[in-house]
Structure formats: structure tokens, C-alpha cells
């Protein structure tokens, strides 16, 4: 049986002192990733379903979104705003989209 005393749940403690530190550290280098326009693939990409506007990750990896009925498909300056964590608002016509979270 595993008890805080026993051998094992020492070994446990060793092992969740050392992937503590790097958990911390993934999640402060994600949040600077998403402070700098890069996506982190943590959700699904938006599109639009009252719209043609939808999200792209562009070669950089940066979020980026376009019109789908436009005949380039550069980056169109527009961001989906994030009302929540899963809610996100079209910039272009308002419509709510529940993003699926990876
Ligand atoms: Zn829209």
C-alpha cells in the first residue's frame, strides 16, 4: 500500500518536484506565445457561420483570418473577440461561435 511514508510516495514527490518546475515554465512560454499573435493550437479554428470570416495559422504561426469569398487570402487584420474561455465574437457580423477546445 502507497502512504506518504512509504518509499513510493517519496519517489512520487521527486518525480512531481522536478515536472512541476516545467509545467510552469510550458505555461508562462504559451501565454508569451499567445501575447505574441502566435497560435497554440490549444482550440479548434474559428469559422464564421453567419459570415465568410475565418481563422488560419499563417507560415510563421501566427493567427491570422480571411474572408473566405476573397480571391487572396492574406491576413485581413480582423481578430474573433474572446467573450470566454470557449465564446468567441465574429468581428465582422457579432455571431457567437463556441470554439472546441483541444
Ligand atoms: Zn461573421
Known amino acids: 500500500m502507497v502512504t506518504n511514508r512509504s518509499p513510493e510516495r517519496k519517489k512520487m514527490s521527486a518525480l512531481e518536484s522536478k515536472i512541476l518546475p516545467l509545467a510552469r515554465e510550458l505555461v ?3 501565454k508569451q506565445a499567445e501575447a505574441m499573435g502566435l497560435f497554440t493550437h490549444h ?3 474559428l469559422e464564421c457561420s453567419g459570415c465568410d470570416l475565418v481563422e488560419d495559422v499563417a507560415f510563421d504561426g501566427r493567427l491570422m483570418t480571411y474572408h473566405r469569398k476573397s480571391e487572396d487570402y492574406s491576413d485581413s487584420g480582423l481578430r474573433f473577440e474572446r467573450l470566454n474561455n470557449t465564446t468567441f465574437r465574429c468581428p465582422v457580423c457579432k455571431t457567437r461561435l463556441k ?3 483541444l
Open 99 to 101: 470554439a472546441t477546445m
Open 43 to 45: 482550440r479548434e479554428l
Open 28 to 30: 508562462r512560454v504559451k
